[in-house]
């Protein structure tokens, strides 16, 4: 199984983005779909996830901000980014977790500047 991130760019404050992650190939059953991201010098960090059916969980520093979905055939995760920050600048990794099996994109790197 193969994640193929893209949607990044560069984006001045306030400014907004969509993420998406597109499955290689099936079965799309996964557990949690998650989305990470790395600054530098810092550690990847959790940003948001849904869990099972719908389980939605945000980080405290993007709640109200960022909003995290899928497809309807799971095939694709998204990640949409309302009112970006300077300090949301960060590579943006996908997650998909099935069983034991963590599957990760490549990354998709965000900078937010004006």
């Known amino acids: 199984v193969q994640l193929q991130a893209s949607g990044g760019g560069l984006v001045q404050p306030g400014g907004s983005l969509r993420l998406s992650c597109a499955v290689s190939?099936?079965?799309?059953?996964?557990?949690?779909r998650s989305w990470y991201r790395q600054a530098p010098g810092l550690q990847r960090e959790l940003v948001a996830s849904?869990?099972?059916?719908?389980?939605?969980n945000y980080a405290d520093s993007v709640k109200g901000r960022f909003s995290i979905s899928r497809s309807k055939d799971g095939s694709t995760v998204f990640l949409q980014m309302n009112d970006l920050k300077p300090e949301d600048t960060a590579v943006y990794y996908c997650?998909?977790?099935?069983?034991?099996?963590?599957?990760w994109g490549q990354g998709t790197q965000v900078t937010v500047s004006s």
């Open positions: 190939r099936r079965p799309f059953n996964f557990s949690v």
């Open positions: 997650k998909l977790t099935r069983g034991p099996v963590e599957y």
């Open positions: 849904i869990i099972g059916g719908g389980t939605l």
